[in-house]
């Protein structure tokens, strides 16, 4: 019975379109438009995250069923998912002032108050240990923050308490010893902010901290060095919003690990591409985030500039080459590609992306973000070499073609394929009821060269 249940939660997935929307069509050609002015395109391109959010929202909001692929977790956590990682961008639309926020408070509103409800039939269940809501709980605590002033006083007593509960719970239980153990820390800065207290000692923190290489970035396992794109969108990222949120709290260390991981993150940008490697490629529009939160810290006229234009190479590349689909992002690198999507990973998975437009469309209109003029990468400047020993990389930057190439020296002489998605694993998936993606971690992590103008996902 177990596994018929599965089963047929595996097929409530609805697959993604084959073939671009005329909504797709759309906003590419509106994003993509060189005459419009920037903020006039990324407005249009916020709507048309919107919309694929509104369309695809249960009756109460808690849950986005976006097409495509699930993942271990199930049909219900994929949706929480959905919801977790697109409603800090709602919040922060709310939040900067911009055009129809009101029109949004209601939705995030009624979400909250559902999804935190124990006697609701849609509430999000109880976190559990290693288990996928203690992720999500981070970006809920996140909207609850950036909607300290909109949307938080919307919410009555009861709504509030029962989304302190459920979160404190979820700071509670047991990560992995990796990047999860901030999101505890999140979600408890966020919490006590909400409080007006200061965030106390955190072990969970101290603990991360000891992963620290240099550089802005950090290890992502306590055994052995993992270094890859986490470091933007799954380090940086909250690492920002514990100081945004706690400004007393380690401040020096945490404001220098923004600004240098926003340095070395602008020598892996191109027009061209980036040169990822690693897991999690879905989530590959937010590798300019470093940039764009170090404005929040040092607004200085490089800086703004610098973001901007490293905010527009990434998104303008996988926008042109067909990174959107159904009011979502795709679960692969441009187009669905379950090689190199994780058996974690479900349709909502790739909202990660978003991070790179979150802070920045908190930035009301107007604002120095939206009115600096853009400067050029690094890449845009000359070539260079970045020799960085201890992440146990060599970047070079080619300023004649735009490439960027990672070289690992303990990788010398590999280069491993991708293993294929075969028919036999896609019996499996529908006779199991899971995910059944082939494992790909040599392809990620073991080649000796990673390039921007020819991206392993990509490869045939």
Known sequence: MKRIRRIRQWLKHRPASLQPTA???AIASDFLDSAAPDEARYEALFRYFRDGFMAEATPDFERIHYRGRGSVYGYAVTGLEGFARTAPLLA?????????SEALIGPLVSALSAGSDPAHPA???EPRRRHQLIVESADIAITLWIGRDTIWPRLDSRVRGNLIAWLRKAASVEPYPNNWLLFGVVVEAALDALDGRPLGSSPAYDRFKRFYLGHGWFS???QKRVVDFYNPWGITYPLFWIHRMQPGFDPDFLRQVVLDSADLTAHLISPRGIPIMGRSVCYRTAVPTPLVLATWVDPSPERLGVARRGLDCVWRYFVANGALRDGTLTQGYFHDDPRVLDNYS??????????SLIPALLDPAESAFWTAPATPLPIERGDYRLDLPELGWRIDGDATNGDIRITIPSNAGNDPRLRPFTLGRRLSEYLQGRPRRPNNHAAAYEAEVYTALAPYPLRP
């Open 220 to 222: 992502d396992d306590e």
């Open 346 to 355: 479900g349709p909502g998975s790739s909202h990660w992306g978003l991070r």
């Open 92 to 100: 922060a639309w709310i939040a900067a002032g911009r055009e129809g």
């Open 23 to 25: 909504a797709d069509r």
């Open 123 to 125: 509430f999000w269940t």
